[in-house]
């Protein structure tokens, strides 16, 4: 699809960004084929609000559709930009209003539990320690931990280097206790798992790069273990690391920096987090709560 390559090459976007366009779009052409039949270039805004209403009608999340609608959005500025289409039929199209939901957040006990887990002794265990304290000390996403490549580390000045969203660069300060797990993992874990020149920093039993799905399932495990039955993804330690450095006094320039967010707003959700939490103690706590 030529819309994706111009998006890949003209925007820079992430390989996960590009597939879930793919997704949205492919959704939408196989409704139209089954409801049309209409082409894409043959669309018109009262197709889009009934596809729209056909996602809610499916229970999809106001997020789903919301996404959905950004992704037909952006084909057709792009079709308009190319002159295939003379008017953009997505115009006046209101974006479904999102439920605004804070992310969920461990706990420092629970953090603590989750990372004390891993049996260092093993291989395994070393990685999967070194992969937990990375990103809870440093909130870098779960497809930046997996695409670290050796020479991303500078464990002797205490960072690492990250390509975020866009290909974006950003450094990372990383804490003492997460050096010393990834430098265990490199001299005693990796070398029994690794095979060949492999320069990628985490690696599964088979000695491939660990992917996102993997290290998944690793988090499930080890939550399971910690006593930790709410649900948690890999964005979840991205959130508390967020929260509990802003529950610590941390400026919020800094922390968006270290999240690589391009607007503050973004960064500004953990703000709102530390308060929910200072009233959930307050009303623990105080006599007169």
Request: with cysteine; charged share 25%.
């Amino acid at each position: 699809m030529q819309f994706v390559e111009y998006l890949r090459v003209e925007r820079g976007l992430a390989p996960n960004t590009l597939a879930s366009y793919r997704r949205d779009l492919e959704a939408f052409a196989h409704y139209l084929a089954e409801h049309g039949p209409v082409s894409l270039t043959e669309v018109r805004r009262p197709h889009i609000v009934q596809y729209l209403s056909y996602l809610r009608s499916r229970g999809r999340a106001s997020a789903t559709v919301s996404r959905s609608l950004a992704s037909i959005r952006s084909f057709f500025h792009y079709l308009v930009r190319e002159e295939a289409l003379p008017v953009d039929p997505t115009l006046h199209i209101d974006t479904p209003k999102l439920e605004k939901r804070l992310p969920r957040v461990l706990t420092e006990a629970e953090v603590e539990r989750l990372l004390a887990a891993p049996d260092p002794t093993s291989p395994a265990g070393s990685r999967d320690k070194a992969m937990l304290e990375l990103l809870y000390a440093t909130g870098i996403r779960v497809s930046e931990l997996v695409s670290l490549r050796l020479a991303d580390l500078n464990l002797t000045s205490g960072f690492l280097r990250c390509l975020g969203k866009g290909g974006k660069e950003r450094i990372i300060p990383v804490g003492e206790i997460a050096q010393r797990a990834t430098v265990h993992y490199l001299q005693f874990g990796r070398p029994q798992l690794v095979r060949g020149a492999m320069d990628h920093l985490f690696v599964n039993h088979h000695g491939h790069p660990l992917t996102r799905q993997g290290f998944w399932k690793i988090l499930k495990k080890y939550a399971r273990a910690a006593g930790i039955f709410t649900d948690i993804t890999p964005h979840t330690l991205r959130h508390s690391f967020a929260t509990h450095l802003l529950e610590r006094g941390a400026d919020l320039r800094a922390v968006q920096e270290m999240l690589g967010h391009a607007d503050i707003s973004t960064t500004q959700v953990y703000t709102h987090l530390t308060r929910a939490r200072m009233k959930e103690v307050y009303a623990a706590s105080h006599p007169r709560a």
